[in-house]
């Protein structure tokens, strides 16, 4: 039987039937719904964990027991596990285990566009890359056996595409290899420097030795149409290229790529005229291809930057150029990323752009977008957790310049447990001056609505201790705490202000559901969700000042005849441009 799975569903379909039982992940795209998934399938303990760390040292402990275990997380969230990960292939696992890294080419929803097949040459360990769904199923039952076999966690190298797009998928049957013997080995699980140098030498045999499969690897396989032109691919960039040149090349399609075939990558060389290395980001395989003394064409012709498609591939090495649909540009609407109609976000983010003599330090989340036109309150955004961090370094910075200016680091609730409190931490113990502005919308909002240690449930829905953000603030030493409702201009602008003028650290946690969120009983109750009522315009009242525009709101347009428009059906009645207006034009419905 088959079905038509995206490559995250394949993913866990792909574990479910090597038989894991352990899955841990930090949501984050495009990974997210890889543990999604995975916790369907309830022979198989899953959760999510506060960062990748924690989730890629779950899975480590679970290996060492003697369980299959996977953790996945995005490609920056790697940079967050690395320290465990390094340190994990010199000891190498008991049960088989899978790092799925999912990068992200041309930064959809990400900072950056790191390459991480790099992480396995740094970190030497064994590093599959599927092209499509069918792959990404069969690649990970295949990684246990590898893991097994050869002492070492294996990464499973994701992009976009291939998590995202849909191909068919066979369906198979659960391989119940049970849970292996746990065995205390200190010299081989205790990393201290005298363990670790042995390992370091067995971490090198087992180099060649992966090497030496990789070569045997069907994996890495040859397709000949001809000696004429030669592309050596991996990942979906095999799917464009094969789209590009059909049979009129021959392909070294790499699956298994670090450590890279290189004997199969000279026989296949030596025997063709021209050779093209086409691969998204950077020269990986092209890099390691010339120091082998082998003449390729790649990255002198084919971007560096963003994806690649069939169109980019053509034009950069055919010098065929697409076929394009002639626009007149006017006609373009641009459609910026916006925070949806009733965000709890924009009122604080309101309040901030009206204040002067601040400075914002932002975070990833949806709140990142209150940088956006109209609001603009945020003057950077680096990774998970530097809003505290990075906001710390600025009041010092600030306080030797003998500027005055007041610095708020803005932080979502799934952020903070993320790699939020240590950074308040150090703000606490080097007495600084930063207000730190918790966003608890009582969900991990960016990524899809999954739980988070705040929320009281887990990735399975069950309720759990609720990890109280107040009292983690008061057992650190935070003596000013405020927790407002964002969409009360004047509670949250009063918190702001006591805030701009208290010379010490100061918490202010700004409390309401995401509106897109579907939430609980108890909480539709503690919020009033229910009483809401939409917003109109009184036509007699309006006089056009478009001050109501300065929220930001998509509901909201303006028409130079009659003045504001709300439109109704985007309207969810968080009353905050009701608050704005000085001319008191907008009301409730029916009033």
């Known amino acids: 039987m088959k079905r038509l799975l995206t490559g995250n569903e394949a993913v866990a379909l792909g574990a479910y039937e090597a038989g894991v039982t352990v899955a841990s992940a930090y949501p984050g795209t495009p990974s997210t719904e890889i543990l999604e998934n995975i916790s369907m399938y309830k022979e198989i303990y899953s959760e999510?964990?506060?960062?990748?760390?924690?989730?890629?040292?779950?899975?480590?402990?679970?290996?060492?027991?003697?369980?299959?275990?996977?953790?996945?997380?995005?490609?920056?969230?790697?940079?967050?596990?690395?320290?465990?990960?390094?340190?994990?292939?010199?000891?190498?696992?008991?049960g088989g285990c899978v790092f799925v890294s999912a990068d992200d080419p041309g930064m959809h929803s990400s900072q950056n566009e790191q390459d991480n097949r790099y992480y396995a040459k740094f970190a030497k360990i064994p590093m599959l890359e599927p092209s499509d769904s069918q792959e990404a199923k069969d690649f990970v039952k295949i990684a246990y056996d590898i893991s097994e076999e050869y002492d070492a966690p294996v990464l499973l190298?994701?992009?976009?595409?291939?998590?995202?797009?849909?191909?068919?998928?066979?369906?198979?049957?659960?391989?119940?290899?049970?849970?292996?013997?746990?065995?205390?080995?200190?010299?081989?699980?205790?990393?201290?420097?005298?363990?670790?140098?042995?390992?370091?030498?067995?971490?090198?045999?087992?180099?060649?030795?992966?090497?030496?499969?990789?070569?045997?690897?069907?994996?890495?396989?040859?397709?000949?149409?001809?000696?004429?032109?030669?592309?050596?691919?991996?990942?979906?960039?095999?799917?464009?290229?094969?789209?590009?040149?059909?049979?009129?090349?021959?392909?070294?399609?790499?699956?298994?790529?670090?450590?890279?075939?290189?004997?199969?990558?000279?026989?296949?060389?030596?025997?063709?005229?021209?050779?093209?290395?086409?691969?998204?980001?950077?020269?990986?395989?092209?890099?390691e291809i010339r120091s082998m003394g082998i003449d390729v064409i790649g990255k002198d012709l084919i971007p560096a930057i963003g994806e690649l498609n069939p169109d980019i591939i053509a034009e950069s090495l055919l010098g065929i150029k697409p076929n394009k649909v002639d626009i007149s540009p006017e006609k373009v609407v641009g459609r910026p990323p916006t925070m949806c109609a009733g965000c709890p976000h924009r009122g604080l983010f309101y309040v901030l752009s009206k204040k002067k003599n601040i400075a914002v330090t932002g975070d990833i989340g949806c709140y990142t977008l209150g940088s956006a036109p109209p609001l603009e309150s945020m003057d950077t955004c680096i990774c998970m957790g530097a809003s505290i961090s990075a906001g710390h370094g600025l009041t010092k910075a600030f306080e030797k310049n003998e500027k005055d200016t007041k610095v708020f680091g803005?932080?979502?609730?799934?952020?903070?447990?993320?790699?939020?409190?240590?950074?308040?931490?150090?703000?606490?113990?080097?007495?600084?001056?930063?207000?730190?502005?918790?966003?608890?919308?009582?969900?991990?909002?960016?990524?899809?609505?999954?739980?988070?240690?705040?929320?009281?449930?887990?990735?399975?829905?069950?309720?759990?201790?609720?990890?109280?953000?107040?009292?983690?603030?008061?057992?650190?030493?935070?003596?000013?705490?405020?927790?407002?409702?964002?969409?009360?201009?004047?509670?949250?602008?009063?918190?702001?202000?006591?805030?701009?003028?208290?010379?010490?650290?100061m918490v202010i946690i700004t409390k309401m559901p995401c509106v897109l969120k579907k939430s609980p009983a108890e909480e539709i109750e503690e919020y009033k969700l229910k009483e809401r009522v939409k917003c109109v315009v009184d036509r007699e009242k309006c006089r056009k000042c478009k001050m109501c525009l300065k929220a930001g709101c998509p509901a909201i347009s303006f028409d130079v005849n009659i003045g504001s428009i709300i439109d109704e059906s985007m309207c969810v009645g968080c009353d905050v441009c009701l608050q704005i207006c000085p001319f008191k034009a907008i009301v409730k419905a029916g009033e």
């Open 48 to 94: 999510w964990a506060p960062n990748e760390k924690v989730a890629l040292e779950v899975t480590i402990g679970a290996s060492i027991a003697g369980a299959r275990s996977i953790a996945a997380m995005k490609h920056v969230g790697v940079n967050v596990a690395a320290d465990p990960l390094f340190t994990f292939s010199y000891t190498g696992v008991n």
């Open 157 to 287: 190298r994701l992009t976009t595409r291939v998590c995202h797009g849909k191909g068919l998928v066979e369906i198979g049957e659960r391989k119940e290899v049970g849970v292996k013997e746990y065995k205390k080995d200190i010299v081989k699980y205790v990393a201290t420097p005298a363990n670790a140098r042995k390992r370091r030498v067995i971490l090198e045999e087992r180099q060649a030795k992966l090497e030496e499969l990789s070569n045997k690897s069907e994996l890495n396989k040859i397709e000949w149409n001809g000696k004429e032109i030669g592309v050596i691919t991996s990942g979906v960039a095999y799917q464009y290229a094969k789209e590009v040149f059909g049979d009129k090349a021959s392909f070294l399609k790499l699956g298994f790529t670090f450590p890279l075939p290189k004997a199969k990558i000279k026989e296949f060389a030596k025997q063709v005229k021209k050779l093209y290395v086409i691969e998204e980001l950077e020269p990986y395989l092209e890099d």
């Open 410 to 505: 803005v932080i979502g609730d799934s952020t903070f447990f993320h790699s939020g409190i240590t950074g308040l931490i150090n703000v606490i113990y080097n007495k600084g001056n930063l207000a730190t502005i918790i966003l608890d919308n009582r969900i991990t909002g960016m990524t899809g609505h999954q739980n988070n240690p705040g929320t009281g449930y887990t990735l399975s829905g069950e309720a759990t201790e609720h990890i109280d953000i107040v009292k983690i603030c008061e057992a650190i030493g935070v003596k000013n705490i405020a927790v407002v409702n964002p969409l009360d201009l004047k509670e949250t602008e009063d918190a702001i202000n006591k805030a701009i003028n208290t010379k010490e650290p």
